[in-house]
């Protein structure tokens, strides 16, 4: 299993704890630090998938899912958790190709 995967996989994985367990202390930046690392290992063919998803999940995509009855208050916390997590990746993949644009 690659680097990148097991980044990934940690991140969501922390993504859902944060969302169901609102006792994590400094939940909100456990995602962001690794919201940080996980943007690193994103493969610059999948930059815009990345973009699409944080726009459409910050635009409220989020919270459709809160009107479905006993688990819908769940589905919207993990994925306004995963949209934390991907915005703070999406800061890495800008620095990365800003860096890029510098150095060519």
Known sequence: ?????????????????????????????????????????????NRANLFLMVIVLASGAADAAGAIPGIGGYISDILGSLTSLLAAACITVIAMIIKERLSE
């Open 1 to 45: 299993m690659s680097p990148a995967k097991i980044v990934r996989i940690v991140g969501v994985v922390l993504a859902i704890a944060v969302a169901l367990v609102p006792a994590i202390p400094e939940g909100a930046l456990l995602l962001s630090v690794a919201g940080l690392v996980v943007g690193y290992y994103v493969a610059a063919g």
